[in-house]
């Protein structure tokens, strides 16, 4: 993917690591330097790029990721740039891996309900023209070291088929465990649950937990009545003044507002605590007619 500016001489490196500050990389000594809010506005174009091109080969009707995504959330993105020889020309961007702690409510394989906080892949893609070059796994490898995570330690936010058989192939992760939100986890998640390497913010009251965080691309869905027990709380007469934003289908995340007023979260953990998922939920995503095959092989 090549820019009008000179992609080489932004990212010095082969892999750059851009959190929500959109910084630009130091460049090497010897270059010019334009103002820097010239270069913040270059990593932004990348940014906005990369995530379009995403979505489209995805098929999502819009991207789940762009600069202004990531200045609103704590995620990190790797972003691999082509070394290849051309000296006489700007450089290119081969693709992106984007990751992010998420603190979710996910099922065991006894179907309890555990609260996480994993890391989340949330977005990966590699140019069309460059795919099953091994640039994929040289971008996921670099971030699991950076992290520090083994693979069956992640949840993946829908995967494609092409990330499943990606996994698969070069991280064995193929027996999953049945989950009624959107992300996947696999066999070994809970076997190998170390805390993870990144320092966590204190674990607030139980009051504070919201159930569900929601996937990075529930925006994208049209909202749909959340499953029992979410449901459970009294109708409005009139509807709300501000409708809620367009957001996730089985809850919230902790940064999101709520869809609607919900059973008051002590009773609703209990719930959680006691019961079983409702089949109702677990149909609800089933019969879901956008659903991908991912995400009809992870729903039961
Ligand atoms: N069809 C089937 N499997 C594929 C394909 C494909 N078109 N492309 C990659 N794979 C899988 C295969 O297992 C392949 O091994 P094989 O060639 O021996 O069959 C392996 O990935 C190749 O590994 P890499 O070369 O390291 O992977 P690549 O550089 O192609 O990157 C990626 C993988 C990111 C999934 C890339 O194919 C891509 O961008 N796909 C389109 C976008 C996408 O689906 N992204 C994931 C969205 S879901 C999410 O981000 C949470």
Redo the contacts with the bound molecule.
Sequence with gaps: MEFSFDVDALLPERITVLDQHLRPPARRPGTTTPARVDLQQQIMTIVDELGKA?AK??HLPAPITSASRMQSNRHVMYVLKDTSARPAGKGAVI?FLKVGYKKLFVLDDREAHNEVEPLC??????HES?????????L?HYMLQKERVEPHQLA????????L??L???YNLETTVPQVNNFVIFEGFFAHQHPPARKLPPKRAEGDIKPYSSSDREFLKVAVEPPWPLNRAPRRATPPAHPPPRSSSLGNSPERGPLRPFVPEQELLRSLRLCPPHPTARLLLATDPGGSPAQRRRTR
């Design positions: 995403s080969a995805q693709g892949i949330l977005d990966f893609y590699i460059l795919q099953r070059h091994g640039h994929g796994r040289e996921f993946i936010d829908r995967p494609s088929p092409k990330l058989k990606f698969n192939k070069h």
